[in-house]
């Protein structure tokens, strides 16, 4: 069966680094889209972070972490990252990887809908 696994995450502080993965099995990895979502609280929202194309050649950031964030992929390797720099204490969230759907190689999604495949999420705490 499809399984992403996220890992990486940990606990911290205001402006340091940390890049999380996602490996992926059980799926032909260049066949998907991949994104990074998070969510702050449960109940709360899945927050669209950051998206790539299957190609890797394509990326969405939200503004949020845009300049900050940098997404990207190995295909050989079945793995995408999300680099995450200055980080802030807003950043605190789990963070999930999925699995999207895209016509073509170049094209990235933004609809949650569309991502069919999910991890089960790492922790990112960030102290002020």
């Known amino acids: 069966q499809v399984q992403l696994v996220e890992s990486g995450g940990g606990l911290v502080h205001t402006g340091d680094s940390l890049r999380v993965s996602c490996g992926a099995s059980?799926?032909?990895?260049?066949?998907?889209?991949m994104g990074w979502f998070r969510r702050q609280a449960p109940g709360k929202e899945f927050y669209l972070v950051a998206?790539?194309?299957?190609?890797?050649?394509?990326?969405y950031y939200a503004d949020s972490v845009k300049g900050r964030f940098t997404i990207s992929r190995v295909n050989a390797k079945n793995t995408v990252y999300l680099q995450m720099n200055s980080l802030k204490a807003d950043d605190t969230a789990v963070y999930y990887c999925?699995?999207?759907?895209?016509?073509?190689?170049?094209?990235?999604?933004?609809?949650?809908?569309?991502?069919?495949?999910w991890g089960q999420g790492t922790q990112v705490t960030v102290s002020s």
């Open positions: 059980g799926l032909t990895f260049g066949n998907y889209s």
């Open positions: 998206t790539v194309s299957r190609d890797g050649g394509s990326t």
């Open positions: 999925a699995a999207g759907l895209t016509h073509d190689d170049w094209t990235i999604t933004t609809q949650r809908n569309d991502y069919i495949y």
